[in-house]
């Protein structure tokens, strides 16, 4: 059946019935790669093959870690809960988990995770601190209406959400020699291309931050703390109100703009570059610098994608890119701008771009 059909079925059972996403257990994924991908998997095989996790708490850069220099703490201004040796802290919508253990011995537990989840694995690699999953259908969201139980699995292959997930799991270590472990998503929906609906395509939607959160939740139980325990952490994880965003221009250079110090503005940014589909290859925290390349994703050939939509041209004409985004701060006001891979000011309309992705992301 063909995606017109599909979709046409699939509208006719939701209008039957209407189902939550994150009511109760309600999260069933099933991988997308035994099908066509979504995405080609970024390049990382050219990535440094150091053995480091980077360091967000202290002033000091990535090698610096691996050479064993001391790091300051993390700040301590976010809201906390825990629950034995893991515990959640919270940033406006940024949540992540702290775990009092070294990376190295979390690994293996979280990628037993997204397996257990449904999930395969485009990007495994530890030297890093980063594993990525394929794309995903959480078939969940397919209302389990009177015409599905009674079709039964025959046709099961039938049906779609017509989205599809896939999520980053970040892993960097602190100064007390524990790690603190990130999971962002991004998505894709299934979209009719023109007013005749004879054909779709797939394009980005938003992040999904309750959708991190309920993953952080289930990774504290393949960690070790209770189903009800980790719902109570995760419930009482007190809301701290993260600081407005704003696009400006500074001496002619488009940048974001942040009303917080550089610890907070430091760690919402990574975030914001992994929801957003840049690909973070090395850190310097001293210098404030992320080095990031981007690859788009590509839903089938005549697909523009992320990359297309976001710098206005054909993906196939637009190699992997690659940028310093720049955080700087002075007290409590923060500045985000771009530099080009030489690290001179970039001030093109591809600035432009990725300075308004980001500000979008951080509101």
């Not at 949540?95 to 293996?108: C, E, I, Q, T, Y």
């Not at 015409?147 to 970040?170: A, C, H, M, P, Q």
């Not at 974001?256 to 929801?275: H, P, T």
């Not at 700087?328 to 701008?337: D, I, L, M, N």
């Amino acid at each position: 059946m063909n995606h017109t059909a599909r979709l046409g079925l699939l509208g006719l059972t939701i209008a039957l019935s209407a189902c939550s996403v994150l009511e109760g257990e309600k999260i069933d994924y099933k991988s997308a790669s035994k099908g066509s991908s979504l995405e080609v998997p970024p390049d990382l095989k050219q990535l440094s093959r150091e053995t480091r996790y980077a360091v967000p708490g202290g002033v000091v850069s990535a090698n610096a870690m691996q050479a064993g220099q001391p790091v300051q703490a993390s700040s301590p201004q976010a809201a906390v809960s825990s629950m034995g040796d893991v515990r959640i802290e919270r940033n406006g919508n940024l949540r992540w988990l702290v775990v009092n253990r070294p990376a190295d011995k979390l690994w293996d537990p979280v990628r037993e995770f997204w397996l257990e989840n449904g999930f395969t694995l485009a990007l495994d690699q530890a030297n890093i601190g980063i594993m990525e999953t394929d794309w995903a259908e959480n078939r969940a969201k397919i209302p389990q209406d009177f015409i599905r139980n009674t079709l039964g699995k025959v046709l099961d292959s039938l049906y779609s959400t017509g989205e599809r997930d896939k999520f980053r799991t970040r892993m960097e270590r602190n100064a007390e020699g524990g790690t603190e472990i990130y999971v962002s998503h991004r998505g894709m929906q299934e979209v009719f291309n023109s007013a005749t609906k004879e054909s779709t395509v797939w394009q980005p939607r938003p992040a999904d931050p309750e959708l991190e959160t309920e993953f952080l939740r289930r990774m504290m139980v393949k960690l070790g703390v209770s189903q009800e325990q980790a719902k109570a952490v995760a419930a009482s994880s007190a809301a701290v109100r993260a600081p407005v965003a704003r696009v400006g221009n500074v001496n002619s250079i488009p940048v974001v703009q942040i009303d917080e110090g550089f610890d907070r503005a430091w760690r919402r940014v990574g975030l914001a570059l992994d929801r957003t589909g840049f690909t973070v290859e090395d850190r310097d925290r001293s210098q404030g610098l992320y080095f990031v390349r981007y690859v788009a994703p590509k839903a089938d050939k005549k697909e523009p994608g992320f990359l297309g939509k976001l710098f206005g041209g054909s993906e196939k004409a637009v190699p992997p890119l690659k940028y310093r985004i720049v955080v700087r701060s002075q007290g409590e006001a923060t500045t985000v701008s771009v530099l080009n891979a030489a690290g001179a000011p970039e001030t093109s309309a591809n600035a432009e771009n990725i300075v308004r992705v980001l500000a979008d992301d951080l509101k």
